[in-house]
């Protein structure tokens, strides 16, 4: 049996050695690979390289001519200026203002000035001078989640429960934000002032927006009452009971009708009262709050300036993108005869 004990212990070696060989040879495989794709894409570099020093004179021809045409296209374009406001929609009237926003750009893009004249009260040749409307909404993540928690307060417990903030957030409509820049572009500086009490009103004059507007002034002055009201019915319990109060404390004196338990209850009634009063006074603030709110159908936060701010950028000039659309189509014609040289080349061997 001495003689047998050995072999068990040679397979063992035999077995760790061909297990340690094959990890080897898998790791030489994988760095292998890994090094044949950096050859490749070095390969590939190597070739554009290649391809632009074959060609870089005419490239350098292409984008000097773009550049000059760039130049001389940015030397005797229109300058164009770019207006801004913030604007507050109550009454849920920011859709008829996006509606409009989209109607006044339509009619810009088509330079349809006789229309745009028109539906904005100004000279066609303001209308003339504008160029495109923008809308969008204005909110960051504090706002976001203001609006998820008034939201959440507006349903019942049940259906609260279902509600998720990151799925709230992730599918926001835009729509919903409390705040939305317009912005508008014109070769007049001075136009977008002009338009301003136009897009107002044609959503403040809305029958629908202004029956929605008496209706909220109607509740909030009812709710503003009922508040005060529960004021002044607090404000004579609470004289009740320190009158009941003042009485106790005679009896007390005098050594007659001792009673804790009734005097604690007043006093707990009485700090119920006095909570409930500061709690309604909060609630007379948020109705402040809220009737300055809803003053107007479309509150208007930062109104257009004076004069238009001039639009500059390198990347919007001619003189950046001609020349890299000269640059782009030489690229593609002489990459398709290339390709087309390297088919022919590799259809012969």
């Given at each position: 049996?001495?003689?047998?004990?050995?072999?068990?212990?040679?397979?063992?070696?035999?077995?760790?050695?061909?297990?340690?060989?094959?990890?080897?040879?898998?790791?030489?495989?994988?760095?292998?690979?890994?090094?044949?794709?950096?050859?490749?894409?070095?390969?590939?570099?190597?070739?554009?390289?290649?391809?632009?020093?074959?060609?870089?004179?005419?490239?350098?021809?292409?984008?000097?001519?773009?550049?000059?045409?760039?130049?001389?296209?940015?030397?005797?374009?229109?300058?164009?200026?770019?207006?801004?406001?913030?604007?507050?929609?109550?009454?849920?009237?920011?859709?008829?203002?996006?509606?409009?926003?989209?109607?006044?750009?339509?009619?810009?893009?088509?330079?349809?000035?006789?229309?745009?004249?028109?539906?904005?009260?100004?000279?066609?040749?303001?209308?003339?001078?504008?160029?495109?409307?923008?809308?969008?909404?204005?909110?960051?993540?504090?706002?976001?989640?203001?609006?998820?928690?008034?939201?959440?307060?507006?349903?019942?417990?049940?259906?609260?429960?279902?509600?998720?903030?990151?799925?709230?957030?992730?599918?926001?409509?835009?729509?919903?934000?409390?705040?939305?820049?317009?912005?508008?572009?014109?070769?007049?500086?001075?136009?977008?002032?002009?338009?301003?009490?136009?897009?107002?009103?044609?959503?403040?004059?809305?029958?629908?927006?202004?029956?929605?507007?008496?209706?909220?002034?109607?509740?909030?002055?009812?709710?503003?009452?009922?508040?005060?009201?529960?004021?002044?019915?607090?404000?004579?319990?609470?004289?009740?009971?320190?009158?009941?109060?003042?009485?106790?404390?005679?009896?007390?004196?005098?050594?007659?009708?001792i009673s804790l338990?009734?005097?604690?209850?007043?006093?707990?009634?009485?700090?119920?009262?006095?909570?409930?009063?500061?709690?309604?006074?909060?609630?007379?603030?948020?109705?402040?709050?809220?009737?300055?709110?809803?003053?107007?159908?479309?509150?208007?936060?930062?109104?257009?300036?004076?004069?238009?701010?001039?639009i500059k950028g390198?990347?919007?000039?001619?003189?950046?993108?001609?020349?890299?659309?000269?640059?782009?189509?030489?690229?593609?014609?002489?990459?398709?005869?290339?390709?087309?040289?390297?088919?022919?080349?590799?259809?012969?061997?």
């Open positions: 049996m001495s003689n047998d004990l050995p072999k068990p212990k040679e397979s063992e070696e035999v077995d760790l050695g061909q297990l340690f060989k094959l990890i080897g040879n898998a790791f030489t495989r994988l760095f292998n690979s890994i090094g044949n794709i950096f050859k490749g894409i070095f390969g590939v570099i190597i070739l554009f390289l290649l391809f632009v020093q074959k060609h870089i004179i005419k490239f350098a021809i292409a984008g000097i001519v773009g550049l000059v045409i760039g130049i001389y296209l940015d030397n005797n374009k229109q300058i164009k200026y770019m207006s801004t406001m913030v604007l507050e929609p109550n009454f849920n009237s920011v859709q008829q203002l996006y509606n409009n926003i989209n109607f006044y750009n339509e009619l810009a893009e088509a330079k349809d000035s006789s229309a745009l004249a028109e539906a904005l009260n100004i000279s066609k040749k303001d209308a003339f001078t504008l160029k495109e409307f923008k809308v969008e909404s204005y909110s960051d993540e504090n706002q976001k989640v203001i609006l998820f928690d008034k939201f959440v307060r507006s349903l019942d417990t049940t259906t609260q429960k279902t509600i998720d903030m990151e799925d709230y957030l992730k599918n926001f409509n835009s729509l919903e934000a409390r705040f939305h820049t317009l912005s508008v572009v014109a070769t007049n500086n001075g136009v977008a002032k002009k338009i301003q009490s136009s897009i107002i009103n044609s959503i403040s004059k809305n029958e629908y927006f202004n029956l929605q507007k008496d209706i909220s002034d109607v509740n909030i002055n009812l709710q503003d009452s009922i508040y005060n009201k529960q004021i002044r019915e607090i404000d004579s319990l609470q004289k009740l009971y320190k009158e009941v109060m003042l009485k106790e404390a005679d009896r007390e004196i005098q050594g007659t009708n338990g009734e005097n604690g209850s007043n006093e707990n009634k009485e700090l119920s009262l006095i909570n409930k009063v500061e709690e309604l006074k909060m609630g007379l603030v948020r109705l402040n709050e809220e009737r300055a709110n809803k003053s107007s159908i479309l509150n208007v936060i930062s109104e257009f300036p004076r004069k238009g701010v001039e390198f990347f919007k000039s001619y003189k950046f993108l001609v020349p890299c659309l000269f640059l782009s189509i030489l690229l593609g014609v002489f990459g398709l005869l290339s390709l087309n040289e390297y088919l022919k080349n590799y259809k012969k061997h």
